[in-house]
């Protein structure tokens, strides 16, 4: 099988499950039946307990159901399927897959079909102990096999990906979580599972949604206070400026404020172990912009190069960066574009100090050498979007919308920075903002960009504020609205130098 054939087969098998599944329990549907309302299909035995279909939110007032024996043998013959390919649904790596064939072909001929079915297990087992990142392998909808095993609902292969190391906290392309996926699902079991392996309680989904939003969408009570017990935030606000609280009848509303007044775990809590793992990682493959003016700090970064071989000088200041050197005094370096998109891009941004102090033998740490201000101690911003990321959050801009007035010449700003509209943006939409073409109209503000800035100040100016008009100077006609407001570009700068979503002067 060709791998262009491999992802089409793939493909076909997910997008034939999802048809089958049932809207309430999101398994194999047992003894399927049709909703007559809006014709989406169910478990039999979830029909009598529901109001509204769940996937659609139709009412089934009135509603009947119908069932077909060629439905249940489809999928029957759907599950067979599933447990052939299960590698494939899971893994979604043609060269491991082939791998895994190439290596059960090579051995002795099994004496049956349970032998064989051993046999491939046995080294797909092996191919993960080799190569411990292959848990995090993705498919084309940026899954790994763990949010695969969750949203299946498969504790066994959910219990030996964790046993495996398989990180709890990564982001599909849609940005759910593992715990999305188990939340939605009313998997208490699976929930409590993932919380005991450094499962971060608070990270946004789509919309901003944490697990805890869905937990009390969905009703999944017993779920929201597991959640809450862990340090989930019930004001976390989502993209709409919603609340697990706002959201919560107030009979659940009464509950989770008690168990959060009880917990000893907090939202504020940032467990030590997530972030001596995200350094190990962070170590494995050193990409190295240097900006440093010395010429032995550049020299010897290339000679370490040589006996260190997850050390890589890059030329260019492109995504694969991961580290950015540059000069610094007391730990303090100044501001600068370089330092600017480091900052935005969650860079580690260390002193010249920490190539000189390593050796060829050994590679200093990180920590003792990361810049501790961009101009000043208090501008912590390298650390803070290190951090930030840690935290699978949104960048500092989320939520923001940005038009930039009369930036389409170059505008200095100060000897190392020179911006035009084009930087603007960049630096803008890799911290997750949003830049307009337009001028926003204050009092005609689209429907899909009314949002509330993920990382504003509670009860501050911004709190609400979603449209921002930025200037070189503020002799230029402003607005200071709730949800407009104009700004100097210093303002935007400082932002990102602290890495907060600053208040106004």
């Known amino acids: 099988m060709s791998k262009t054939e491999y992802h089409k087969l793939l493909k076909a098998l997910e997008d034939m499950n999802k048809c089958l599944f049932c809207v309430e329990c999101h398994q194999f549907c047992q003894n399927p039946v049709t909703l007559s309302k809006c014709f989406h299909l169910i478990c039999s035995e979830h029909f009598t307990n529901l109001s509204h279909c769940p996937k659609c939110k139709v009412s089934l007032e009135g509603c009947i159901t119908w069932s077909d024996d060629k439905l249940s043998d ?6 067979n399927l599933s447990v052939m390919f299960e590698p494939l649904n899971e893994y979604s790596s043609y060269d491991t897959v082939v791998s895994v064939q190439s290596s059960v072909e090579k051995a002795p001929k099994p004496a049956s079909d349970q032998d064989i079915l051993n046999t491939s297990t046995l080294s797909l087992a092996s191919n993960i102990s080799k190569f411990s990142k292959i848990t995090e392998k993705r498919n084309n909808k940026g899954e790994t096999a763990l949010h695969i095993a969750c949203r299946m609902g498969k504790a066994d292969k959910v219990t030996k990906l964790l046993s495996e190391g398989a990180s709890t906290n990564n982001k599909d392309n849609a940005s759910w979580t593992p715990l999305h996926e188990v939340v939605q699902n009313g998997r208490q079991d699976l929930v409590k599972l993932l919380l005991r392996h ?3 309680v608070n990270v946004p989904g789509p919309g ?13 009570i017993d779920i929201a206070k597991d959640l809450v017990t862990h340090g989930a ?5 989502n993209c709409k400026g919603e609340t697990p609280l706002t959201l919560a009848a107030p009979d659940i509303r009464a509950i989770i404020q008690d168990t959060a007044a009880k917990r000893i775990i907090t939202e504020d809590s940032f467990d030590l172990e997530i972030v001596q793992r995200q350094i190990e990682l962070d170590c494995e493959d050193i990409r190295v912009f240097c900006v440093s003016q010395s010429r032995f700090v550049t020299n010897k970064l290339k000679a370490l190069t040589k006996h260190h071989g997850n050390l890589h000088v890059e030329q260019k200041f492109t995504n694969k960066v991961t580290h950015l050197i540059v000069d610094a005094e007391d730990g303090i370096c100044d501001s600068s574009l370089e330092v600017l998109q480091g900052i935005v891009n969650n860079l580690w941004i260390l002193t010249s100090k920490w190539v000189t102090a390593s050796t060829d033998d050994n590679l200093e740490s990180f920590e003792e050498y990361e810049v501790l201000g961009v101009g000043a101690i208090t501008y912590r911003g390298p650390n803070n979007a290190r951090y930030n990321k840690y935290k699978h959050l949104p960048g500092i801009f989320n939520g923001c919308h940005f038009y930039f007035h009369n930036f389409n010449t170059k505008y200095k700003i100060s000897d190392k920075i020179e911006v035009n509209k084009a930087i603007l943006s960049k630096l803008v939409t890799d911290a997750d903002g949003v830049v307009l073409r337009r001028a926003p109209n204050p009092e005609s503000i689209p429907e899909a960009e009314k949002l509330v800035p993920y990382h504003a100040q509670k009860d501050g100016k911004l709190y609400n504020c979603s449209h921002y008009i930025i200037y070189k100077d503020l002799y230029e006609p402003h607005y200071n609205m709730a949800h407009l407001k104009a700004l100097p570009i210093g303002w935007l700068i400082e932002c990102i130098e602290k890495y907060q979503l600053c208040e106004p002067w």
């Open 74 to 79: 489809a999928i029957h013959a759907a599950k």
């Open 208 to 220: 901003n949604e944490t697990p805890l939003h869905e937990a009390i969408r969905y009703n999944h």
């Open 233 to 237: 935030d019930i004001n976390a606000r």
């Open 198 to 200: 450094n499962t971060l």
